[in-house]
DNA sequence: CGCGTAATTGAAAAGTATCAACACTGGTGG
DNA sequence: CCACCAGTGTTGATACTTTTCAATTACGCG
């Protein structure tokens, strides 16, 4: 549920400290703003340490998360290739530390560093794979069939992420989220 | 609503032309499945022409359309990174010729030609600009809204892709994409 | 013409959202 | 030390949306 990818963090530390390249750490405390939707940005970012969401809002005002962000995984990155607007906003959940790249180095670290460009492309790669699924199970089972699933893969979820988080993941309110868990305990079938 | 990339399609057109790589054209008719869910393959695609959809089957029984692939779309690609099994399965709409190439070859030639590595690497952002907002729209909006913007996006969808299709596309039953149709009708906003 | 597939429609059942009230928590200032 | 406040979590009742099921019709094609 929370995404990690340490074979990129690794590289990129790796690369970072060689000094060749201007990759700077960068720190936020919670619930920080780092990027919103609809932006221009010049930075790519990828989680040294800590969690944060990514995640759209529409018109009416309601938030649907695409996914929580752990070590290693980047963002601001599509936009390098696509040369649009920020398409998600990023949120910080917990302390953040990140390393930023400027998109020209980024693009350069790309042409120039092959692991780099097959470690950046195996990333959104993953990224496919994740989404594709999970909206088609979300979709396609009852609310408490999702929960059990989060339960599965992260045991925990309710001591790192708020309810109103883990609805606008799961896409549905924060009543049908309490009454799913209200009947699963009921049923013997969590905790 | 049907994608398409041009520009990777003269790029991969022009490479074949050169006969350097084996990168073969098939022929499927209508129908047909070219790709199974959670199978292994060893080729990637790309259509040349005609339309094909991306679906992926839950244990329900229930399909749940990723997207509607058109000319100079790649399919398959994905399990050359990840090295992991297909996620979705892919069939042939109308008349589909595509050109095919081995993992190899595939691999090579991100490897070798900047310009295919770019081009590559761009559809995958693609991919993901794509399916974010769209997953959330069609969730946090009813079902109207989601066919009238069908609608705007591609004209006469009913006439090539079945109401199954369209349902299972928008996420809903038949039964309620009659009952929106109908309304929009009575209401004067369609046709 | 007859067959299979796709499309249409109604009625009942199931699933979710909405709204509104109330409890709990940690931090702040009087 | 207490009162207050904002943010978060909990719960019930009701209204609404969507699915399910089943029955019928329309269409393309050998």
Chains 1, 2 share one sequence.
Not at 30 to 51: A, F, T
Not at 76 to 103: D, K, P
Not at 144 to 163: H, M, T, Y
């Amino acid at each position: 549920m929370i995404r990690t990818n340490s074979e990129l963090l690794s590289y990129v530390s790796q690369i970072q400290r060689l000094g060749k390249w201007g990759i700077v750490e960068e720190e936020f405390g919670p619930k920080n703003k780092i990027i919103e939707q609809d932006q221009r940005y010049s930075q790519v970012h990828l989680i040294k340490e800590g969690i944060a969401k990514c995640y759209i809002s529409d018109d009416n005002g309601r938030e649907f998360i695409q996914e929580f962000l752990g070590a290693g995984m980047e963002f601001g990155e599509l936009e390098v290739f696509t040369g649009r607007l920020s398409i998600c906003a990023v949120e910080s959940i917990t302390h953040l530390t990140v390393f930023s790249f400027s998109y020209a180095d980024f693009r350069a670290l790309v042409k120039t560093d092959a692991r780099f460009n097959h470690l950046v492309m195996k990333a959104l790669a993953d990224k496919i794979r994740y989404k594709a699924p999970r909206h088609s199970y979300q979709h396609s089972h009852p609310i408490e069939d999702n929960v059990l699933r989060l339960q599965e893969l992260f045991p925990d979820f309710a001591r790192v992420i708020s309810k109103k988080d883990i609805a606008n993941y799961i896409g549905i309110t924060v009543r049908s989220l309490n009454r799913a868990l209200k009947q699963l305990e009921g049923a013997g079938k969590l905790k």
